[in-house]
């Protein structure tokens, strides 16, 4: 029974509710990434419009997604959402504004009269899939390297990292090597699924050549991601961590992140077989032209995202690591919200099966037909 669950569970339970929403938008971002795509692998106008047409039906989702993840946050760990969306501000405002762009390009891009022609709404939707990702794969990665900021006794945050006097609340997380690496890797594998996706989900068989420049250009983003993935792995695997030992003292330890994989062993099993689902799924589209990779790498991109949300976070770990003074790092038992709060969520979080069978159903619904030009064409002359 949940009323039974004691405070450090709950805590514990809504870490891992968090890091499963943050993993579903990893996985959703297949969106962004085959945004980034349209002009490498459509050609012609059809194409253009097949490649659209299909993104454009799934497009809320990822939106929805990162809403929701921050939705959790607010509710379940307030002081961390207070922290990060209050002091790194523009890197939230910046990510923020890439999701407005792709919403107002996919309402305008083919509007009669559309004074900006549709070359700058393509150019929007490229810029919510690179630089967008980009910017929240440097924001993960600050889970691991930390942040400039202090907190004082009553909570309140003070961001300190100027550049030629500037104040850049959070944008120096981009700066550091591994967050910029994670972030690179989250916008290629975004590339990867997005490619995916639109194989399984649009007839080809009257575009053959866009069909092989999906599959080239699934295989080229796997490529380019590649040393940045081994890149991000090393570097947890050896990097200094944020220890909180029993006094709650923050110290780095050397291999914190290691040491965690080891002593929770499960973490690691879900770790390579996020991997090793990623790679079939590229494989066997490029090599054994399946239609299915999405399914493969999707789930793989899922168990991945979930392993590093998580591992920062568990075994005496603290984060949301300060760089400028370790006691100010925060864990999940000193940023979260009161028992009462995470109880009530709980309860409520009940309802969370329901509806993801609810988006299961209508997204077979949706996919039940793949995406046909003469239905492209059909849609654009209403």
């Known amino acids: 029974m949940i009323s039974n669950l004691d405070y450090a569970t709950l805590q514990q339970l809504w870490w891992i509710i968090c ?4 993993a579903l938008f990893l996985f959703l971002t297949f969106v962004q990434g085959g945004q980034t795509l349209l002009w490498q692998v459509a050609k012609t106008d059809l194409e253009k ?4 047409t299909s993104l454009g039906r799934k497009w809320e989702m990822p939106f929805t997604t990162l809403v929701l993840f921050g939705g959790a946050l607010f509710a379940a760990f307030p002081k961390f959402y207070a922290t990060s969306f209050g002091g790194a501000y523009w890197v939230w405002i910046l990510i923020l504004f890439s999701f407005i ?28 899939g690179s630089v967008g990702i980009l910017l929240i794969g440097a924001a993960i990665g600050t889970f691991y390297t930390g942040s400039n900021f202090t907190l004082d006794l009553y ?4 961001w300190d990292y100027t550049l030629l006097g500037i104040n850049l609340r959070g944008l120096e997380a981009a700066f550091s090597l591994f967050n910029l690496s994670l972030g690179i890797f989250l916008v290629f594998n975004a590339r990867i699924l997005g490619a995916l996706y639109l194989l399984s989900n649009i007839d080809l068989s009257s575009t053959p050549d866009l069909e092989s420049r999906l599959r080239k250009g699934a295989w080229n983003s796997f490529l380019i991601a590649l040393p940045f993935l081994l890149y991000v792995f ?27 994989l080891l002593a929770m062993p499960y973490f690691l ?3 390579l077989t996020g991997i090793i689902l990623v790679l ?3 494989l066997s589209s490029y090599f054994k032209k399946s239609n299915k990779g999405i399914w493969f790498s999707g789930l793989g991109t899922i168990l991945t995202g979930f392993v590093v949300l998580c591992l920062p976070a568990f075994n005496n770990t603290a984060f949301y690591p300060s760089k400028l003074d370790l006691q100010s790092s925060l864990t999940i038992f000193n940023a979260s919200s009161s028992m009462f709060t995470l109880t009530t969520m709980t309860y409520v979080a009940l309802g969370i ?14 996919d039940s037909k793949k995406l046909t030009a003469e239905e492209v064409t059909e849609e654009e002359s209403y």
Request: hydrophobic share 50%.
């Open 49 to 52: 419009s097949l490649v659209v």
């Open 101 to 128: 762009i792709q919403a107002v390009s996919y309402e305008y891009r083919k509007k009669p009269n559309n004074f900006l022609g549709s070359t700058v709404y393509e150019l929007f939707l490229f810029i919510n």
């Open 234 to 260: 090393i570097c947890i695997l050896f990097m200094k961590g944020f220890n909180v030992d029993d006094a709650g003292v923050v110290s780095q330890v050397p291999s914190k992140y290691l040491s965690n």
């Open 155 to 158: 909570n309140r945050v003070t």
């Open 280 to 282: 079939y799924g590229v």
């Open 353 to 366: 099966p329901i509806v993801l069978a609810y988006v299961v159903y209508v997204w077979k619904l949706m």
């Open 269 to 271: 099993i879900l770790l």
């Open 19 to 22: 890091s499963i929403v943050g």
